[in-house]
């Protein structure tokens, strides 16, 4: 349960970082699955279980990405680092 991970008191916490803890937690679980699925396929022999095994992976990162653009869309913070390093060109660690 994503409240066992809080490092406050629950009754401490605004609703608008209950639900950031919330979209952090999901999008962790999402890319959690994304590695499961991607191991599992890599390990599996058989052609048609390990299609099925990709096509979950890939489920699994529009949902990370669903709740990605969700919190881009309700964290300005976030959004202005999105906006700074995604879909840029050139070597990422040189980008301000």
Not at 17 to 23: D, G, I, R, S, V
Not at 83 to 88: G, M, P, Q, R, V
Request: charged share 35%.
């Amino acid at each position: 349960m994503s409240s066992d991970r809080l490092h406050a008191p629950r009754e401490r916490l605004t609703k608008e970082t209950l639900a950031m803890h919330q979209a952090i937690v999901s999008v962790m679980e999402e890319l959690e699955a994304v590695d499961w699925y991607r191991q599992r396929a890599d390990d599996c022999d058989d052609a048609a279980l390990k299609e099925i095994l990709l096509h979950n992976m890939r489920e699994e990162m529009e949902h990370a990405s669903m709740v990605l653009e969700w919190i881009r869309r309700n964290n300005t913070d976030f959004e202005k680092q999105l906006k700074a390093f995604l879909f840029t060109e050139g070597k990422i660690s040189d980008h301000a």
